[in-house]
């Protein structure tokens, strides 16, 4: 008897984190600002504010071993591995208003958010979720 195995080609995997047009160009735009070449964008959520969660943005020097590690738009994005469920789906927007301009975060798997725009909670997606397309 002879065990043959055949090898399936997987589908892509949708991205976890996109980027508008606008918070793309903000992106490089501050990277080109910075005050020393990075590797990236670091994207995370972290414990805190008054809703529970807190979206974290960072210059990434290099790439932890774990790390997703996301292109878009010409933006490199690194995801901590224990913030990947908080944010597949997740677009990230840069808004201009007449008294701010900040990052906003338009999140599928968030189910509230507190008064101030601070923080939100967020329930992890389940991990099936990489594999189905998102729309």
Not at 61 to 89: N, Q, S, T, Y
């Amino acid at each position: 008897m002879t065990l043959t195995t055949e090898t399936r080609q997987r589908r892509p995997r949708p991205k976890i984190v996109t980027l508008t047009e606008a918070a793309a160009a903000r992106v490089k735009e501050i990277m080109d600002k910075a005050d020393q070449p990075y590797f990236g964008l670091r994207v995370g959520v972290k414990n805190g504010g008054c809703a529970g969660q807190e979206y974290v943005l960072d210059y990434a020097h290099e790439a932890a071993p774990l790390d997703e590690v996301v292109e878009d738009k010409g933006v490199r994005i690194l995801i901590d591995p224990k913030a990947v469920l908080f944010l597949i789906g997740t677009e990230v927007d840069f808004e201009v208003t007449r008294l701010s301009s900040k990052f906003v975060f338009r999140n599928p798997n968030e189910t509230d958010a507190c008064g101030c725009g601070e923080s939100v909670t967020i329930v992890p997606a389940k991990p099936d979720a990489l594999d189905t397309p998102l729309s």
